[in-house]
């Protein structure tokens, strides 16, 4: 069992290593779920004289006013033999065998975090200690409580130190240790009315009763003692600390634990109680509820720590890769991103994420209806007619059929197709735009840089609007061609219907009446039809040849191109990615690196149980 509070031992100077000291945070906190005892009492009740008791050792500061400023992490090992020695967290290969030094570094490092003010500060100090006459605990010391400020310290500080003493001891797995002097009126006693705020039915609460021997004469705490005056679910541990004057003349704390036991045997107020007084009874009782604490708690804390792994590891590839530093790892890593983005963009165009489907929409729906309103009807009226068949004939009437008349009807109308086939081009670059900003938006490592982000979109609307005028010119081109040459089928079939309008022994005249250019009218538009049909199907297919595959083959190609001509230095401008994401991955895999070892700790003690 003794392995367990060395286990909670090394993961609580684990977590101070790598920043977590149970403090409001927006990361997951190891140190809160840890179970723990925090030391708790008024300025002057003995607080330090108990711990140092438990310690055998006098190695705390000493002075007026508030001595602790920042909490004092106190890890005691047992060991078998050798020379008792102390080492602190911030100075691991350093071993301490004079403990008048251990109290000067205390002092020392608590100066170095707080500056020579009477500030306090919630960062802990690690203090280990080995020695054969102690027991196996880990206590926290807390400052002591206060009423009021002395010079040089904020008026806040009494409120400060209450609130940090609090956020110690609300936490369900924290133990409290709870000293209070016998020789004033318990219901004033600091350390018993925060310990009711926090836990009013005493079960995580431990009394311990100090200064039992300057009790004024007739009176003593055989009540208090023996759970009668304020009941906690363990029972009070009083303890007899040296004098004043016994520090004043150093005396051994071996001799001070052997009067303190001669005192409790010896008074007949106590003697039924000596067996459970003491601080070394204190120690004891401590180290095996501390044990027992520790082994129920260790199902949850492997399960907790088993969830943030997987919290921290998803949010870690939420963030993305750290940013490479030479000039040839930030091109790749850029190229990879980018491929992401060119990923994601081929899979709504192919159907596997939505958006692809709206330009075969356009195709399917636009295109044809935009076609339908051109009303060629409206444009092959007999007035438009007469007016080009005769304007196409010149000084000179048409002998049999009027071809000239039959071609500026066809191309005039023709033209007009061009409107809609353009509007095609249009929207289905509207769509492809549209797309890639989703795309952009879609790929999580583009929202780590913003300045990538801005030339990839910049770059790939560039390359859009390129693509857009090639598909424009090469669409048009369709219609031009139709205009250009005629299919030759049309115009032999005329003659089979000179009868119905193309007789050519008719006179100028009769071949300009209504019936014949209504002909001429219907054949135009019968062509032009055929015509329309045609590039209703070969418009789709030139828009996605020159648009839509070609977006999706090199859309980036140019800035491809153009990024490896570019510096180390401007390269890193592309990757300007926010501090404060670059603070939050440092931070989480410090967290993360805490947690996988806690779970390999917890793992091996767990298995070897």
């Known amino acids: 069992m003794e392995s367990l509070i060395s286990l909670v031992n090394r993961l609580q100077k684990a977590c101070t290593a790598l920043g977590d000291h149970g403090e409001d945070s927006a990361l997951p906190t190891l140190w809160d779920a840890l179970p723990s005892i925090a030391v708790v009492g008024g300025q002057s009740s003995g607080k330090s004289s108990v711990l140092e008791s438990i310690v055998g050792k006098d190695f705390l500061p000493r002075g007026s006013g508030i001595v602790t400023r920042r909490p004092l992490v106190l890890q005691l090992h047992r060991i078998d033999e050798g020379r008792e020695y102390a080492e602190f967290g911030h100075l691991p290969r350093k071993r301490f065998t004079d403990f008048a030094a251990v109290r000067k570094e205390i002092a020392d490092e608590t100066d170095r975090e707080t500056g020579r003010s009477k500030q306090i500060s919630t960062v802990p100090i690690y203090l280990s200690i080995y020695s054969p006459i102690v027991v196996n605990l880990t206590l926290i010391d807390l400052p002591g409580l206060t009423k009021v400020a002395v010079e040089g310290q904020p008026d806040s500080i009494v409120a400060d130190i209450e609130n940090m003493v609090r956020s110690y001891i609300e936490k369900p797995n924290s133990i409290i240790l709870a ?18 705020e926090v836990d009013p039915k005493g079960e995580r609460t431990f009394g311990v009763l100090t200064k039992i021997d300057l009790m004024d004469k007739g009176t003593d705490a055989v009540d208090i003692l023996e759970g009668k005056a304020y009941k906690l679910q363990f029972p009070w541990i009083g303890v007899v600390n040296r004098s004043q004057a016994d520090i004043n003349k150093n005396v051994d704390m071996i001799a001070a634990r052997r009067r303190e036991r001669e005192y409790f045997s010896s008074t007949p107020e106590y003697k039924h109680l000596a067996h459970r007084m003491g601080s070394e009874h204190l120690g004891k009782v401590l180290s095996k509820h501390l044990e027992a604490v520790i082994k129920s708690r260790i199902p949850g804390l492997q399960s907790l720590i088993n969830k943030t792994i997987i919290e921290l590891e998803t949010e870690l590839s939420r963030l993305g890769k750290p940013i490479a530093t030479d000039a040839g790892g930030k091109l790749y890593m850029i190229m990879e991103i980018c491929r992401g983005f060119d990923g994601i963009l081929k899979e709504h165009l192919d159907g596997v994420r939505p958006g692809g489907d709206k330009v075969y929409n356009v195709f399917d729906n636009q295109l044809p209806a935009a076609l339908k309103r051109l009303q060629f009807d409206k444009h092959l009226s007999m007035d438009n007619v007469r007016k080009l068949i005769t304007e196409a004939d010149g000084y000179q009437p048409h002998l049999i059929a009027p071809e000239q008349g039959y071609r500026r009807l066809i191309e005039s109308t023709l033209v007009t197709i061009k409107g809609p086939a353009e509007a095609t081009v249009d929207a289905v670059h509207a769509i492809l735009k549209d797309l890639v900003h989703k795309s952009i938006s879609e790929t999580l490592e583009l929202k780590q840089y913003p300045s990538l982000r801005v030339e990839v ?24 061609m139709e205009c250009s040459y005629l299919t030759v089928e049309f115009f032999r079939k005329l003659p089979q219907d000179i009868e119905k309008g193309g007789n050519p022994t008719h006179s100028i005249f009769d071949r300009y009446n209504d019936a014949y250019l209504r002909r001429i009218g219907s054949n135009v538009l019968s062509y032009v039809n055929m015509v329309c049909a045609t590039l209703r199907n070969s418009i789709p297919k030139s828009i996605v040849y020159c648009q839509v595959r070609e977006a999706k083959r090199s859309l980036l190609d140019h800035f491809f191109t153009e990024l490896g001509k570019k510096e180390g230095k401007q390269l890193g401008t592309l990757l300007d990615e926010d501090p404060a994401i670059m603070q939050r991955r440092v931070s989480l895999a410090k967290r993360l690196e805490l947690y996988r070892a806690a779970q390999a700790e917890i793992d091996a003690v767990a298995w070897s149980k």
């Open 179 to 196: 000293i209070s002097p016998a020789n004033q009126d318990l219901a004033t006693s600091d350390a018993i009315k925060i310990s009711r």
């Open 457 to 480: 979109g910049s770059a790939a609307v560039e390359s859009l609007d390129r693509l857009r005028d090639e598909s424009k010119r090469a669409t048009l081109q369709l219609v031009d």
